[in-house]
Every structure is written in structure tokens, then in C-alpha cells.
């Protein structure tokens, strides 16, 4: 039970190295395209020095990825850098011929993409496609490119290589693969590496592992890296310095303490206030989205680009030229693109420390859902016809309600039955035991084209990807009139009424109603589906990681309607998440599952604060923040969640738990501790001594 697997997470340090490894001077980027030529990246100036880490952070469409693939001298048909020079170990990349630029890609710099699968040939095995580097980029035999290869997978963490370098790509799981990709760029040991969101698809414990392993291997083989996310925590955990795009435009850039100490322009300090905090909810401080969008290529402002948005913004002073870029402070090295950069007062950002005592409680108004007991069992064959098998118990017997009005979120790694649950409140699946109550029914065993018109408006999806609920081919008011006709069994002018309502309920113009689902943006297109979830006013609104693939500008937009919408109408939410910063914000109550069984339940501010379950604080210390004051202890998970045939006897997370306290855990079932405030832990450990376990974030 001791913590030794925690440590306090070490912050990368801040300041520079001494030789350049990456210039960027006056660069500008344009694609070709029909209508002519567009000028994605403007102008852009930037410095990486041998084993540093730059950020590069902003909204979508801001030009991060464009920058990237200009680096690799990489942007296609279309894409052509038209002006300045980009400097790799001194030498000018856009001079350069195809057969140079061959000899160092995937040799001296190399690139790691947000979906693994980009990078690894689905019908070679693992082993074969590492030895390629070696075997092209450093002139070795086959023997010495095979041992690189074990030693590469064993440096990035991988169990038993020489098993791993027999398999394909899709034999391994998302964090697998991307630990191979990680691997395979840096088997030539290159001076450079950039990473284009190579986190944003992975539970938070593969993450931070991911993080942890970045970083790790960037001090031993003194990489540099030129890292893209639009999630500010991960930059935070693993790089010296941070730039902001927008729009093409590096508008500040420096060390990263510096700006997020003191963020000097308007648009930084905009996207630092869209991130929940771990000591912020929904009471307590509303998220501040971005009003507007990033403006169009084709009609860029003529002074400052953020400016239409900017709510410091002084217009003849700046909207009339272009903005230059100054320098703030005393190190020389924090540069911004405004012109009232000395004159902003300094950027309040709220702590992310201790958890408000008040906690997130919300009033009794009675149960709308009640899940006793729920159990869903799968029964896996083995062999081509059935026989023998085994069962997997996807859901087994939890035990949770929410309240009307109230948020319960579901946190979870994959695997863990968080889908599973949906799809059997949704009457895709069928429960094997157990209850499931909605408003007062028990609709476990009802399949959705069994359940009555009442039961089937009662509850509603909002999933992770819009484009699941959303017809490419019908317009917007045809899929809103079309679910309102359906649920409500109106039509004509009166649902052609509740359409423009919708529309308004969820902040969209009236006339997107005659625009189809490519005319949108991603935000556009999720506040669509809530809109179409609310068409038959339902009692329960169950969302699937409903803001993950989201903009944190967009994001938090998003998660002020949900809670709007559940102001005004007293719906109750179903939010399942990965993202425990997102849940802090929005939930009254969590429940934390791991291999089907609830872990840990209770009020947000129960589970946020000691008594932890070990796998809840393990949860927690993964969570990226954008802080680098914050300081948080780290625990490593080791090895993955056990196969559903191999599940452990005793305690489902036995096998991973740093704090096991012994051959009980293996053998016999945890028993479940509760409080006087009804907070639930099913751990060997008593209660009192999880309770006087340190704070993970402080």
C-alpha cells in the first residue's frame, strides 16, 4: 500500500539550447485550389533549438497542421510554400530535391500522426515495418535491424517485443499502436520530431503514459519536438515553449510558464478560459467560449486578425494595418501580435487546486433513472461452429440513479462497459439481470423497436461524432421536422414551428434549417444533434463523449448549453467521458467503472476529494492541466485491462493496482464502504485510510 509508484510530476524545464535544429523565416504557405490561391499561413517565424519542445496550440483551421507538413516539405499537390526559408540543421529545406528530402524523412526528422493507423500497413507485420527505417535510413543488415527493433520496442514499453514484432497492426489495441508509431520514428534517432495530435483518440491513462513516454525518450535521444494539440494540459506536461495560431498567424509565443503565467494576447487568454479547472463547476464559473468563428481564408481582416472577436479590441487602432510583432518582458523571448499588449491588465485565470467544500450537490426532485443490479452478459464462442466459449460480463450489477435535473457522468478507460451501459439504456442490447428504471418503467428487457412511443421519447442520444444523427443528403429542418413527426406525432406548420424553436434553444440561425450537415461546422453540427435530441422533450439525454473531439473554444460552448438546456427544460444528463476536467465541470454525480463493475460512486465532490478509490486516483493523476503551477503527483498504471476471459477472481483491478494491499485482492471481492453522504467505494482498503491519502492535484 505504499505510494511508490506516485511521484510529483516533473515540469519540463524552461529556456533554450544552444544550436538551432529548425528555423522558420518568413514562411508563407498557400494552397492552389479552383478558386485560386489561398493563403493559409500568411507569414510565420519561429526557432527550435536541439532538444526542445515547442507547443503549437489553437483552434481548428488555425494552420498548425500546414505548418507541420511544410516542415516535412510534405503538403501535396495543392500546397506550395510560396516565401521565405525553412532551415533544418542549417540547411534550406524548399532547395532541396526529392531524392534529399527522401534521405531525411524518417531519418534525421520524422513524424507522428493523430491516427496511428496513417502510418502502419495493415498487411505487414509489426517487425517488418520497423526494420524498414534501419534497414533504408542507417545501411544495416537484417540481423542488426531486428535487434533495433526489439530494443526500440522494449524502450518505448511494449510487453514481450519479439511477440509484438510478429503481429499486425490491427492485433494491437489504439495506445499499442501509437507506441509503435512513436517507436518507428524514433528508430533512426532523428534530430527532430513533430507530433500532430498524437494523444487526442486515447484514454487519459494511455495518454499520460504516452506523455510520460515522449518525454522520456526526447531527453535520452535529445530530440527535438515540434508538438500539435488543441488540448493546452498535454502542452503543458511535455514542452518548454507554447506558440498560439490563429488563423494562420503566430500571435504569441514563448517560454511556458511565461504565457500561461501571463498571457499577453487576447486570444490566449480567450482559450485559457474555455478549459474547465478541477476546482471549477458549473455553479460556480461559467466557461467563457470564443463569440464567433475563425474567419475565411478569402477575407482575412485588414489589421489585426482576431479582431472581429477580440473583446479588447480598439478599432482604429486595430483594424487598419497589419499588426507587428513585439516583444514582452525582460527574458527577450515572449513575443506577441498586439498592439495593446503592455496596456491588458493582468489574465485572472481561476486555480485548479482544492475542490470547492460546497461540492456540486443538487437538489432532490426524485429519481428519473434507476439502474439496480444491471447486468449485460456476453457469451463469446470459440471455434468456427460454437461449442465451447466463455462469458463476457460487460455490465456486472451496478448500482446508480440520477436525479431530475441532475448530471451522472460515466468515467472509464475503454473497455470498461461505459457503451455497453448506453446501448442497453438505449434498448440496443437487451440487460441479462438487473433493473432498469426510467420514469417509473422498467425497460431493461425491451428492445427499441418494442418500446412505446413515450418510452422512445423519453430518452434520447447525443453521440460523439454529429454525423451519426445527421442525413448528408436532407437538410437540417428535414432532419429536425422528420425526428419532431416521429417522436411527437406532429407535422406540418406546427413542426416546422418547433424546428425554429429548437434552432433558437440551441443558439443556431433560423435559416440553417435550409443548409445540409457539409455546410456546417464540427460545433455547428453538435449543437444540431442536441437540438434533434431535444425534439421529443425528453426525460433523459444520454451523451457519449459528446465534447471530445471538440475545440476547447467550441467545447466549452457546448457544455454552457448543456447546462442551459437542462436549466431551462429540467432534463436529466447521462454524460460519459473520458475527460475528468470536463466531468468535474459538469456532473453532480460520477460513477467510476473499470471491467464492468463500479469502482467508486458518489457527488463530483466526493469523488474529487480523498477517500479515492486507487483506480479513481490514478484517473485523476493522468488528467493533463493547463497549469504549470499546478502540481500533481503521478501514478503509473502498469499492463492493460485484463481480457474479458482471463478476468481476475478477486478484485477487477488487482492486476494493476499500485496500492494492493495483498493475496485478498487476488482472491476475494472487494467488499463496497459507504459514507454518511452515500459515497461508494468497493476497495480492500478501509475507508478511513483512503481518506488520509494527499490531495493528486495540488
Same mark, same amino acid.
Given at each position: ?417 461505459? %457503451?455497453?451501459?448506453? *446501448?442497453?439504456?438505449?434498448? +440496443?442490447?437487451? &440487460?441479462?439481470? =438487473?433493473?432498469?428504471? #426510467?420514469?417509473?418503467? !422498467? ?77 456546417? %461546422?464540427?460545433?455547428? *453540427?453538435?449543437?444540431?444533434? +442536441?437540438?434533434? &435530441?431535444?425534439? =421529443?422533450?425528453?426525460? #433523459?439525454?444520454?451523451? !457519449? ?154
Amino acid at each position: 500500500m505504499s505510494s511508490s509508484a506516485a511521484a510529483t510530476l516533473d515540469r519540463p524545464q524552461e529556456g533554450q539550447a544552444k544550436k538551432p535544429i529548425l528555423e522558420l523565416r518568413n514562411v508563407s504557405i498557400s494552397y492552389f485550389v479552383r478558386a485560386g490561391e489561398l493563403k493559409v499561413v500568411p507569414n510565420i517565424s519561429l526557432t527550435l533549438y536541439e532538444g526542445e519542445a515547442l507547443g503549437l496550440v489553437g483552434e481548428s483551421g488555425c494552420g498548425k497542421s500546414t505548418v507541420a507538413f511544410a516542415i516535412m516539405k510534405y503538403l501535396g499537390g495543392a500546397g506550395r510554400i510560396t516565401g521565405g526559408e525553412i532551415l533544418f540543421e542549417g540547411r534550406d529545406m524548399t532547395k532541396m530535391s526529392d531524392a534529399e528530402l527522401r534521405s531525411i524523412r524518417g531519418g534525421r526528422m520524422a513524424m507522428v500522426y493523430q491516427d496511428p493507423m496513417s502510418s502502419l500497413n495493415p498487411v505487414i507485420t509489426i517487425g517488418k515495418q520497423l526494420m524498414e527505417v534501419p534497414l533504408i535510413h542507417s545501411n544495416v543488415n537484417e540481423a542488426e535491424a531486428y535487434k533495433r527493433a526489439v530494443q526500440m520496442l522494449k524502450e518505448v514499453n511494449l510487453p514481450d517485443p519479439e511477440h509484438i514484432m510478429t503481429r499486425y497492426p490491427h492485433q494491437l489495441s489504439g495506445g499499442q499502436q501509437q507506441r509503435v508509431v512513436i517507436a518507428m520514428a524514433l528508430m533512426a534517432e532523428p534530430s527532430l520530431l513533430v507530433m500532430d495530435e498524437p494523444t487526442t483518440g486515447l484514454d487519459v491513462t494511455v495518454e499520460a503514459a504516452v506523455l510520460d513516454l515522449v518525454a522520456q525518450l526526447r531527453k535520452k535521444h535529445n530530440s527535438a519536438i515540434v508538438f500539435i494539440s488543441h488540448n493546452l494540459g498535454t502542452v503543458v506536461r511535455i514542452c518548454d515553449r507554447i506558440g498560439v495560431m490563429y488563423a494562420g498567424e503566430l500571435v504569441e509565443e514563448g517560454p511556458i510558464g511565461e504565457v500561461f503565467r501571463d498571457p499577453r494576447h487576447p486570444y490566449t487568454r480567450g482559450l485559457l478560459n474555455c478549459i474547465p479547472t478541477l476546482n471549477a463547476d458549473k455553479r460556480t464559473r461559467p466557461l467563457s467560449a470564443i463569440p464567433g468563428q475563425v474567419p475565411p481564408i478569402l477575407n482575412r481582416p485588414k489589421g489585426c486578425i482576431f479582431a472581429p472577436r477580440c473583446p479588447a479590441a480598439i478599432p482604429e487602432r486595430c483594424s487598419v494595418a497589419p499588426i507587428p510583432t513585439g516583444t514582452y518582458g525582460t527574458s527577450g523571448e515572449h513575443r506577441v501580435k498586439c498592439v495593446r499588449m503592455d496596456e491588458l491588465p493582468k489574465h485572472e485565470r481561476p486555480g485548479t487546486g482544492a475542490t470547492p467544500a460546497n461540492g456540486n450537490a443538487a437538489e432532490k426532485n426524485g429519481h428519473v433513472l434507476t439502474l439496480d443490479g444491471l447486468k449485460k452478459t456476453y457469451h463469446q464462442s470459440i471455434g468456427m461452429f460454437g461449442g465451447t466459449g466463455y462469458d463476457v460480463h460487460a455490465v456486472d450489477g451496478i448500482t446508480v440513479a440520477a436525479e431530475r435535473s441532475e448530471t451522472l457522468a460515466i468515467v472509464g478507460e475503454s473497455g470498461c462497459g461505459k %457503451s455497453t451501459l448506453a *446501448k442497453v439504456l438505449t434498448g +440496443i442490447e437487451l &440487460a441479462s439481470g =438487473g433493473k432498469v428504471v #426510467l420514469a417509473g418503467k !422498467d425497460i431493461g428487457n425491451t428492445a427499441v423497436e418494442n418500446r412505446d412511443g413515450d418510452t422512445k421519447r423519453s430518452i434520447q442520444m447525443v453521440f460523439q461524432n454529429p454525423e451519426s444523427t445527421l442525413n448528408p443528403s436532407h437538410t437540417i429542418g428535414y432532419v429536425m421536422e422528420r425526428a419532431i413527426s416521429k417522436l411527437k406525432q406532429i407535422s406540418g406548420k406546427a413542426a416546422r414551428a418547433q424546428v425554429n424553436e429548437l434552432l433558437t434553444t440551441v443558439n443556431l440561425p433560423l435559416e440553417f434549417a435550409n443548409r445540409k450537415s457539409r455546410q456546417l %461546422s464540427g460545433g455547428q *453540427k453538435q449543437r444540431v444533434a +442536441i437540438a434533434r &435530441a431535444l425534439a =421529443g422533450e425528453p426525460e #433523459l439525454i444520454l451523451a !457519449d463523449e459528446p465534447v471530445s473531439a471538440l475545440d476547447v473554444s467550441v467545447q466549452a460552448a457546448i457544455i454552457n448549453l448543456l447546462v442551459d438546456i437542462q436549466k431551462k427544460r429540467g432534463s436529466t444528463l447521462l454524460f460519459i467521458s473520458h475527460d475528468l476536467s470536463v466531468v468535474r465541470y459538469l456532473a453532480d454525480h460520477v460513477a467510476v467503472m473499470y471491467l464492468g463493475k463500479v469502482m467508486e460512486y458518489g457527488s463530483v465532490a466526493d469523488v474529487f476529494a480523498p477517500p479515492y478509490h486507487p483506480y479513481t486516483e490514478a484517473l485523476m493523476s493522468a488528467v493533463p492541466i493547463a497549469d504549470p503551477d499546478v502540481k500533481q503527483r503521478r501514478i503509473i498504471l502498469e499492463g492493460n485491462v485484463p481480457s474479458p476471459q482471463n478476468r481476475p477472481k478477486g478484485c477487477p483491478f488487482a492486476t494493476r493496482c499500485p496500492r494492493k494491499v495483498g493475496s485478498i485482492c487476488d482472491d476475494t471481492p472487494p467488499p463496497e464502504q459507504v459514507s454518511e453522504s452515500g459515497h461508494r467505494i468497493a476497495c480492500h482498503i478501509p475507508m478511513a485510510e483512503l481518506a488520509s491519502i494527499t490531495q493528486v492535484v495540488f
